[in-house]
């Protein structure tokens, strides 16, 4: 049974950084199946970064190029470097595993139920 548990969260000025890992568990086959997706207050669930079927990062437009997905397999963790955050980007980040990956996008919707997700506020 696969779990994954989102940390690394918490309160940050506009600019600043921060990494949010997710730990996996269970019977997960590879750490690029895991992709990170937010809630923005008053949002629907999006997806933030993932990796398409060759292995690739991919992103939404709003964090390109601002925004790092990067996995450790041995680690069993999937890291989600965040820099120059802006107040929008305030949300609750969850990571979950999407229903299908083709070669240039990853799926908004997934696989596992929501975790309790990390809230990342960004404010000065």
């Known amino acids: 049974q696969e779990q994954l548990v989102e940390s690394g969260g918490g309160l940050v000025q506009p600019g600043g950084s921060l990494r949010l890992s997710c730990a996996a568990s269970?019977?997960?086959?590879?750490?690029?199946?895991v992709a990170w997706y937010r809630q923005i207050p008053g949002k629907e669930r999006q997806l933030v970064a993932g990796f398409t079927s060759t292995g690739t990062p991919t992103y939404s437009n709003s964090v390109k190029g601002r925004f790092t997905i990067s996995g450790d397999n041995v680690k069993s963790t999937v890291y989600l470097q965040m820099s120059s955050l802006k107040p929008e980007d305030t949300a609750v980040y969850y990571c979950?595993?999407?229903?299908?990956?083709?070669?240039?996008?990853?799926?908004?919707?997934?696989?596992?139920?929501w975790g309790q997700g990390t809230q990342v506020t960004v404010s000065s």
């Open positions: 979950n595993i999407p229903i299908f990956r083709t070669m240039l996008t990853v799926s908004d919707t997934v696989r596992l139920g």
């Open positions: 269970g019977s997960i086959r590879s750490i690029q199946t």
